[in-house]
């Protein structure tokens, strides 16, 4: 009886929210003095990432961060890249995309971010966008350059066709040999 008057108690707790936040430092340079950088921020889709400012306005030379929280630990994704407004300019087209792991420790949530530029090699834990200017002048020289480089294109199909090739050729010299030795076991035979 003790038991049932127990279980029919009503208990109150007190969920505790819980967040873990981490700074991603960005910065731009490499234009003229006046130019203002903007850089994008995009979450993955999910209900346990947030952050406070999504696009942040840099003038020439300037460092801002954004701060991404998330309430549940996991791996979650996220990209930064800079918004090409600039038509006189050449910005830095390079998209950098990062891990946020999210951890349950006995004091609380703990977020460590880590970047990688796409298609480069290294990780790092800011991103930095330099962008050039193009010359007034054709017989003139650009200032800077974009710090991604120009990407190769392919035309065509890169399949490896001499490997397709030499493959055949085997499949074909099994298959003459593999009828020659039957043909002479059948008249020994």
Same mark, same amino acid.
């Given at each position: 009886?003790?038991?049932?008057?127990?279980?029919?108690?009503?208990?109150?707790?007190?969920?505790?929210?819980?967040?873990?936040?981490?700074?991603?430092?960005?910065?731009?340079?490499?234009?003229?003095?006046?130019?203002?950088?903007?850089?994008?921020?995009?979450?993955?889709?999910?209900?346990?990432?947030?952050?406070?400012?999504?696009?942040?306005?840099?003038?020439?030379?300037?460092?801002?961060?954004?701060?991404?929280?998330?309430?549940?630990?996991?791996?979650?994704?996220?990209?930064?890249?800079?918004?090409?407004?600039?038509?006189?300019?050449?910005?830095?087209?390079?998209?950098?995309?990062?891990?946020?792991?999210?951890?349950?420790?006995?004091?609380?949530?703990?977020?460590?971010?880590?970047?990688?530029?796409? @298609?480069? +090699? $290294? *990780?790092?834990?800011?991103? &930095?966008? %330099?962008?050039?200017?193009?010359?007034? =002048?054709? @017989?003139? +020289? $650009? *200032?800077?350059?974009?710090? &991604?480089? %120009?990407?190769?294109?392919?035309?065509? =199909?890169?399949?490896?066709? $001499?490997?397709?090739?030499?493959?055949?050729?085997?499949?074909?010299?099994?298959?003459?040999?593999?009828?020659?030795?039957?043909?002479?076991?059948?008249?020994?035979?």
């Amino acid at each position: 009886m003790l038991m049932l008057a127990l279980l029919l108690i009503p208990v109150y707790a007190q969920a505790q929210e819980e967040e873990a936040s981490v700074d991603i430092s960005v910065s731009c340079g490499g234009g003229e003095p006046e130019d203002k950088h903007t850089v994008l921020l995009s979450l993955q889709d999910t209900p346990h990432l947030s952050a406070f400012d999504q696009e942040l306005v840099l003038s020439e030379g300037q460092e801002g961060k954004f701060t991404i929280k998330a309430d549940y630990p996991g791996e979650y994704h996220f990209s930064i890249r800079q918004k090409g407004d600039k038509s006189d300019s050449l910005w830095d087209r390079s998209v950098y995309e990062g891990t946020l792991y999210v951890t349950e420790q006995s004091e609380g949530l703990k977020a460590e971010a880590v970047l990688s530029r796409k @298609g480069g +090699k $290294g *990780k790092s834990a800011r991103a &930095s966008f %330099t962008d050039g200017t193009p010359p007034k =002048d054709p @017989g003139q +020289k $650009g *200032k800077g350059y974009p710090s &991604s480089p %120009t990407p190769e294109v392919k035309t065509g =199909d890169s399949s490896p066709i $001499g490997v397709y090739l030499t493959l055949m050729a085997c499949a074909a010299g099994v298959i003459v040999l593999t009828a020659r030795v039957y043909k002479e076991r059948k008249q020994n035979g």
